[in-house]
């Protein structure tokens, strides 16, 4: 075999090791879906499936490392969202205000996904995760930070943010991570529940809106809520920037 042939050989094989990879997920997520998140084992996955322990294995060392798997696809879904954002003509802002719409939407549409996302942050999981996929989720979710780090220093040079803030844009980026994460979070569980008096009494459908504004307006990020109807821009997003995704909401 010459190495043409070995290459193309080779190129196949790693495109079926892939694929079998991605099914195994879609597996996983289908167990998670229908029967729970704790339903959810390496035993089971295997019988779902139509390989062999070993194979699947082969792919996961153990029911962490899967769970790390899930949160890495769940990251990169996040990511075409927000990639969504960068031909979005609006201001600085507006573009944080998308990335918070975005990361709503991409709860509202990937349930199972979300709650694997907000499992895999404790260490019990990332610890009994391979180093390499644990290095993987390090590196997606550095991609992510560093775009809204890019606003933010854009938002520095076009005066919306204060010159003040522009040796801690990290410490700002987590502000509205955890912003944006703390409320969806709460609004998914809370609401489920069905058991709170604060869900209750507040607008859900502008729920991290509001949220996201108070934060913003609190680091002086211009223009402030007083001086521009944020709620079109919301809008905007709903019926233009992410209309596909909505409609598969509405289905």
Same mark, same amino acid.
């Given at each position: 075999m010459n190495t043409i042939q070995m290459n193309k050989t080779q190129n196949r094989k790693a495109r079926e090791v892939a694929d079998r990879e991605q099914l195994l997920l879609d597996l996983a997520l289908e167990i998670i879906e229908k029967h729970g998140f704790s339903t959810l084992?390496?035993?089971?996955?295997?019988?779902?499936?139509?390989?062999s322990k070993g194979t699947v294995y082969n792919h996961f060392s153990s029911k962490e490392d899967l769970l790390t798997a899930l949160c890495l696809r769940a990251i990169r879904v996040q990511k075409v969202l927000y990639n969504k954002l960068i031909t979005f003509d609006a201001c600085s802002r507006e573009k944080v205000v998308g990335f918070a719409f975005a990361y709503e939407l991409f709860a509202k549409l990937n349930p199972a996904l979300f709650m694997v996302g907000l499992t895999v942050k404790t260490s019990a999981i990332r610890e009994k995760a391979s180093p390499?996929?644990?290095? *993987? !989720?390090?590196?997606? #979710?550095?991609?992510?930070?560093?775009m809204m780090i890019t606003i933010?220093?854009? *938002? !520095?040079?076009?005066? #919306?943010?204060?010159?003040?803030?522009?040796?801690?844009?990290?410490?700002?980026?987590?502000?509205?991570?955890?912003?944006a994460f703390g409320t969806v979070s709460l609004m998914q569980t809370l609401g489920e529940s069905g058991n709170s008096?604060?869900?209750?009494n507040i607008c859900v459908d502008n729920s991290l809106l509001y949220h996201i504004s108070l934060l913003l307006d609190g680091l002086g990020w211009s223009p402030l809520n007083d001086d521009f109807d944020y709620a079109q821009t919301w809008l905007k997003l709903k019926n233009e920037v992410y209309a596909t995704e909505i409609a598969q909401l509405i289905k």
């Open positions: 084992t390496m035993d089971k996955l295997t019988q779902q499936s139509e390989y390499q996929r644990g290095n *993987a !989720i390090t590196e997606a #979710e550095n991609e992510l930070i560093e933010a220093n854009g *938002a !520095i040079e076009a005066g #919306e943010l204060s010159k003040k803030y522009a040796q801690n844009l990290y410490q700002v980026t987590f502000s509205i991570w955890c912003t008096s604060c869900i209750d």
